[in-house]
């Protein structure tokens, strides 16, 4: 297979320091079917990156074609339409020496069905098995809740983490798109896996590219020669490379070019407003086609997204300085970072209403998320958001960019509730609806697949409207221009399951050796617990609610400190209250050394 790229835009080699692609696990057929045309079709149970194992008989020079889907179409045949120009095909040549074992060794599939013809028996479930693959991230994070759904959304959530990084960050795993995509975050990964050295190694990578000026690469490596402008992910990975790994190397690395990229915004848009196009909020509710669904509304204008990530980057550039001792950067980006605020509610905000420009979902999460609108300001955002979700019907407007966002934004403006409900509302689009389709990881859309009749009826309609739309088909599957079942873009919201749901949290100023526990039993969740691997140790807790008091069990491990957070008035460790907890608001807040406590707050 050839491989494409430019030898004049990548730098000298060096090594690579991330963990090698290897075997996470094996699994085993849970069941055979036979279909019309006599194929046998073996579902592995959920979709995976990896290589078939088949145990095969046959007489010299027959031939078997093994072809790889992530799902079953209505007639319960594999469904390929979404894998476009890729060919999920395999075909295998039999010796004839008796039972063989066929598995590639050149190439992986994104997968949970293969589909295989050519066989002259009937075989055993126990003939074929699947060896999951990725870069061999340890695990470390565990969430377990009293709500079967969000169990089942964070173990989805770390599949597709999984299965999307491969050597690079891919874009998809199962079609022709398996480039080192930079435009999707990935940071929800170190909630699930160790992948301090794959950000290291992504972030290096992505140095080592040659770029026109001013310009940042969209794939590493950038075999397309797509370029963009600023990169959300040249902030983000050197920070939660230090906040959660202790490892300041890269801010000491990526300095240069984020403090410039910032520098560059300020000098092209002197009034702090970024006047530009681009991604915005990927994938919003005006993508979405469902009957009844608004058509339109959801889309965040572009300046207005834009200069909120103007606001970021200078928020980081500001963090970086104060990390590297730099006091003078640190306090002058501190100031633009405020000045952007500033001007950005100025520019997009009604102080009288509280509405910001379109009153979009998407323009009051990240506005609240980041801090623009705060104090009066973001009560009135947050009330805006909680009736912007209802001309919805408590159901998703947000695009990947924002819903991580939104939903810790209703976590942490007193509408925790509300979250959880948004996220289990078994209308479409939302991820129980996801769930409920029997998805075991996160499709690249929200309508990538929807069963209902009226459905069918709405895309029949769309499609004939929108030239945009390639082709959708009468199964409910989406467009198959860009429908992978198994893609990042929306898992941002496994940083908010651990840490709103779950209430774990890395603290930023002792780089991953002092932690939270916020325990916020509200909404449909009574019970959380939490297992994950910090740098020093293991951390270990659970929280039950039972109304009028709430328990907590924790080990702490050594050379960490746990701040804790619980409702109530006072904090017992059994019988003694302990005297150095602070009450106020209805909550008790204090710090744990290492070592176990069973707590109790009443």
């Not at 491969?166 to 995509?181: I, K, N, Y």
């Not at 309609?461 to 429908?483: H, K, P, V």
Request: contains cysteine; proline residues 3%; aromatic residues 12%.
């Amino acid at each position: 297979i050839p491989i494409f790229f430019s030898v004049t835009a990548i730098r000298l080699n060096v090594p690579q320091i991330s963990e090698p692609i290897g075997e996470i696990e094996r699994l085993k057929a849970v069941k055979i079917t036979k279909n019309s045309a006599g194929e046998y079709i073996v579902d592995f149970g959920k979709v995976h990156t990896g290589l078939i194992s088949a145990r095969l008989r046959g007489e010299e020079g027959r031939r078997v074609t093994f072809r790889y889907a992530e799902a079953l179409n209505s007639r319960g045949d594999c469904y390929f339409a979404n894998m476009r120009g890729a060919i999920p095909r395999d075909v295998y040549i039999c010796s004839g020496k008796g039972e063989e074992i066929y598995s590639p060794k050149f190439t992986y599939r994104g997968y949970r069905y293969v589909q295989i013809r050519g066989l002259s028996y009937e075989p055993k479930i126990e003939d074929f098995e699947s060896i999951f693959i990725s870069s061999a991230m340890e695990r470390v994070g565990f969430y377990n809740f009293d709500e079967p759904y969000f169990n089942r959304l964070s173990e989805a959530v770390c599949n597709t983490v999984r299965c999307n990084l491969m050597g690079v960050q891919t874009d998809v795993c199962e079609r022709d798109e398996r480039l080192g995509w930079n435009m999707d975050g990935f940071e929800d990964s170190r909630y699930y896996l160790d992948s301090g050295r794959f950000f290291m190694h992504n972030s290096r990578e992505r140095e080592r590219i040659e770029c026109p000026e001013g310009m940042r690469p969209e794939q590493t490596p950038c075999a397309l020669k797509m370029y963009t402008g600023i990169l959300q992910i040249d902030a983000k990975n050197p920070r939660i490379m230090y906040e959660h790994y202790g490892d300041k190397r890269l801010i000491e690395e990526c300095y240069g070019i984020a403090k410039n990229a910032v520098l560059k915004m300020e000098k092209t848009y002197p009034e702090l407003i970024v006047e530009t196009v681009g991604y915005v909020d990927w994938l919003n509710g005006d993508t979405v086609l469902i009957d009844g669904y608004p058509e339109s509304g959801a889309q965040i204008g572009a300046p207005c997204y834009q200069t909120v990530m103007f606001y970021e980057q200078a928020d980081c550039v500001s963090y970086f300085a104060k990390i590297l001792g730099n006091r003078e950067d640190e306090e002058y980006f501190a100031d633009l970072r405020d000045r952007i605020g500033e001007n950005f509610r100025k520019r997009f905000y009604d102080e009288n209403t509280g509405i910001l420009e379109r009153d979009t979902q998407s323009g009051y999460a990240i506005s609240l998320f980041h801090g623009i609108l705060s104090g009066k300001a973001g009560e009135k955002g947050a009330m805006n958001l909680e009736k912007a979700l209802e001309r919805y019907g408590n159901r998703f407007s947000t695009g990947a960019y924002t819903i991580g966002k939104m939903l810790s934004a209703l976590s942490e403006n007193g509408r925790h509730k509300l979250a959880q409900e948004v996220a289990l509302n078994p209308k479409a689009p939302s991820f129980r609806y996801m769930l409920d389709c029997g998805a075991t990881s996160i499709w690249e859309r929200w309508d990538s697949y929807i069963a209902e009749k009226p459905h069918l009826q709405v895309k029949k309609r769309w499609q004939a409207e929108r030239e945009e739309l390639t082709y959708i088909s009468e199964d409910g599957f989406g467009d198959i221009g860009m429908n992978s079942l198994c893609h990042l873009e929306f898992t941002c919201v496994g940083v908010w399951l651990a840490e709103k749901l779950a209430g774990f949290k890395i603290e930023d100023e002792y780089a991953g050796k002092r932690f939270f526990v916020n325990v916020k039993p509200e909404g449909s969740v009574k019970r959380a617990e939490t297992s994950y691997k910090l740098p020093c140790g293991r951390v270990n807790f659970e929280w039950k609610s039972s109304g009028a008091e709430t328990e907590l069990r924790i080990t702490v491990p050594v050379g960490a400190k746990a701040a804790v957070t619980m409702p109530g008035s006072a904090v017992y460790e059994g019988e003694t209250e302990l005297a150095f907890a602070e009450k106020a608001d209805g909550k008790v807040r204090f710090e744990l050394s290492s070592g176990s406590y069973k707590l109790v707050a009443r």
